[in-house]
């Protein structure tokens, strides 16, 4: 999970574009808590896919939280998202 925080904390704040798994897709991630809560939500552009999640920093460890969907779904996205420059 360390990787997934570490990949998900390098993503800016606001909303900006990018590209996953060959898809455009408008983002927004948002930080609460002095950081210790990031909500993204991302639409993909010109078509259907949508990702959701949650991510929490608590002193027993983190914990994500997909908006329904698979965890292994919103895992991928973060991991493939590059930001546009």
Do not use: H
Request: proline share 4%; net charge positive; charged share 20%.
């Amino acid at each position: 999970m360390e990787s997934f925080g570490a990949a998900l904390s390098a993503l800016p704040l606001g909303t900006f574009t990018g590209t996953a798994n060959g898809r455009r897709y408008v983002v927004t991630k948002s930080a609460f808590a002095c950081g210790k809560s990031i909500k993204l939500v991302a639409e993909e552009l010109g078509g259907t896919d949508y990702i959701s999640l949650n991510w929490y920093k608590l002193t027993s460890g983190t914990r994500l939280k997909p908006c329904e969907m698979a965890e292994t779904k919103v895992r991928a996205f973060v991991d493939a998202l590059v930001p546009d420059a």
